[in-house]
């Protein structure tokens, strides 16, 4: 049964940091990709990045290119996303999820998720 347990939010002042991390048990990350995508109160949920773990590959939301870094720990089956010079509007329920390829596009391709974490960006 595959799983994905996210952790690491919490409340952050603007342009502080956070390290997001989204352990995933029953696949192999080798042969999937995982994204992560949040939800802020009364928004639809977006994609923010996402990486194929078969090469590396990686993709970002243009919102968030140049602060967030996706990348992946094997020997941990752990996906991170560190996020930097955060701001105000990155407030919100982050989640990863499991998918064949990475892909921002479509939420289609994406079967498995975790429960999710907050993130509070504020003074």
């Known amino acids: 049964q595959v799983q994905l347990v996210e952790s690491g939010g919490g409340l952050v002042p603007p342009g502080g940091s956070l390290r997001l991390s989204c352990a995933a048990s029953?696949?192999?990350?080798?042969?999937?990709?995982i994204g992560w995508f949040r939800q802020a109160p009364g928004k639809y949920r977006e994609g923010v990045s996402c990486i194929n773990n078969s090469d590396g590959s990686t993709d970002y939301a243009d919102s968030v290119k140049g602060r967030f870094t996706i990348a992946r720990d094997h020997a941990e089956n752990t996906v991170y996303l560190q996020m930097n010079s955060l701001k105000p509007e990155d407030t919100a329920v982050y989640y990863c999820?499991?998918?064949?390829?990475?892909?921002?596009?479509?939420?289609?391709?994406?079967?498995?998720w975790g429960q999710g974490t907050q993130v509070t960006v504020s003074s």
């Open positions: 999820a499991t998918a064949p390829m990475c892909t921002l596009v479509t939420m289609t391709p994406y079967e498995h």
């Open positions: 029953g696949l192999i990350l080798d042969y999937s990709a």
